[in-house]
């Protein structure tokens, strides 16, 4: 296969040119139709406001001529029939002047000029178009020959259009718009040949710059395979074609609706509850407390305390009963201790010194209880004799009577 096929094929050079050469005609008419809407001016200010296309107002112009009673001229076939009520009814009130014979002569030459150009121009169009299919068969399969034809003038030939990529080629043609100071929010851009062909068209407005975005990318691949001969035939662009607009299709679909699923068939054995630290955690959260277990305990035989909330009497249980006269805290860190750390502990709690210091209280806290309310002075008691609390063991009177001692001495 050659490397450039189609580089210096004559048949691609004339479409090219034929293509050029449209689109200096179109220029032509444009600067015919300013012309005739300069001079026309004076007879129908109004129509150029009315008529916007160069070739319509050519021929309305034509049609018109320089009559003075607007309103009698048939112009069926030219325009649609709700414009052609819009000039009748701004004709009668039209505030115009008959031209002048030469000004009239030389408007009804450009009009005659600017048609015999858009007729030449038509031909071009339909020779092209008649070419395209067997110099870019794919790319008419795909997108028509009348975008295709556009799309490689404007590129300069196929092997050019080949060589662009697609977001390139999606805008090849499009038109920036002078709003003079309106809103752009309403302007399309990126709008090229390519959004006129017929896939894009079809679809849905919310949907074509999607569509523009798809069917360029597709012909990027088609006027490569055309520019290389890989497929004369130009099946490849009806699959291509088959593809994009089942794509299209498939975004028109609405989405699927919701369906509710049922609930799953819950299990009859027991579920396995995980154990360790997690668990106990959570059972101690969420567990009865001591001072809730007493209330709920009733000793027997013994009538419980009870107090009023309101309308409501609330008993106590065995809350307030014997052995229940300390005040406890629990302790957040609780340890298990041996009962020799145990005494130890509560030797140093009560102080090791014999006299009491001002400091010392009867609250003692110990990790087992919390807080407790104890004797200082029990363990003393316990330790001293009977005889103890007249005469110590360890030192004379605690108290001597003063004249006791010079009676003695006598």
């Known amino acids: 296969m050659a490397a450039n096929p189609g580089a210096d094929d004559p048949e691609q050079k004339l479409l090219v040119e034929c293509n050029q050469l449209a689109v200096e005609i179109d220029n032509e008419i444009v600067v015919i139709h300013n012309f005739i809407r300069d001079k026309y001016r004076l007879k129908f200010p109004e129509l150029e406001s009315l008529v916007h296309h160069p070739i319509d107002y050519a021929r309305v112009v034509k049609a018109i001529g320089n ?104 805008v090849l043609g499009a038109k920036r718009k ?42 990027a691949l088609l006027a490569r395979m055309d520019a290389y001969g890989q497929d004369p035939t ?56 001591d001072v809730r277990k007493l209330q709920n305990r009733v000793n027997f035989n013994q009538a419980e305390e009870e107090f009023l909330d309101g309308d409501e009497v609330i008993g106590l249980g065995a809350l307030g009963k014997e052995g229940s006269g300390r005040l406890r805290v629990n302790v957040s860190n609780k340890q298990s201790l041996s009962a020799k750390a145990q005494k130890k502990f509560k030797l140093k709690a009560y102080g090791s010194g014999g006299g009491t210091s001002g400091l010392s209280s009867s609250l003692a806290f110990t990790p087992i209880q919390g807080i407790e309310l104890e004797n200082p002075n029990k363990n003393m ?30």
């Open 67 to 170: 009559e003075e009673d607007i309103t009698e001229i048939n112009l069926e076939g030219l325009l649609p029939s709700a414009t052609i009520m819009v000039v009748s009814v701004t004709a009668s009130t039209t505030s115009g002047k008959l031209l002048s014979e030469s000004d009239f002569e030389k408007t009804m030459e450009a009009c005659d000029l600017a048609m015999t150009m858009d007729t030449s121009k038509q031909e071009i169009a339909s020779y092209v178009q008649s070419r395209m299919s067997s110099a870019a068969p794919n790319m008419c399969a795909a997108v028509g020959s009348e975008v295709a034809a556009k799309l490689m003038g404007l590129a300069g030939g196929l092997i050019n259009l080949s060589k662009m990529p697609a977001c390139n080629i999606q």
């Open 234 to 289: 130009g099946s490849g662009g009806e699959k291509m074609r088959e593809e994009m607009q089942k794509k299209i299709e498939k975004w028109q679909e609405p989405p699927p609706a919701k369906i509710n699923k049922p609930l799953p068939v819950p299990d009859q054995e027991p579920k396995k509850r995980r154990g360790g630290r997690r668990l106990r955690k959570l059972k101690e959260r969420y567990g009865m407390t």
């Open 381 to 410: 008691d316990a330790e001293r004799s009977g005889t103890e609390s007249y005469f110590s063991e360890l030192g004379g009177f605690s108290k001597v009577i003063p004249g006791m001692a010079s009676t003695k001495r006598a």
């Open 178 to 219: 002078a709003l003079d100071g309106f809103s752009a929010a309403a302007a399309q851009p990126h709008q090229g040949f390519i959004y006129g062909c017929e896939l894009i068209q079809r679809t849905p407005p919310p949907l074509r710059s999607r569509a523009s975005r798809l069917v360029g990318g597709k012909v």
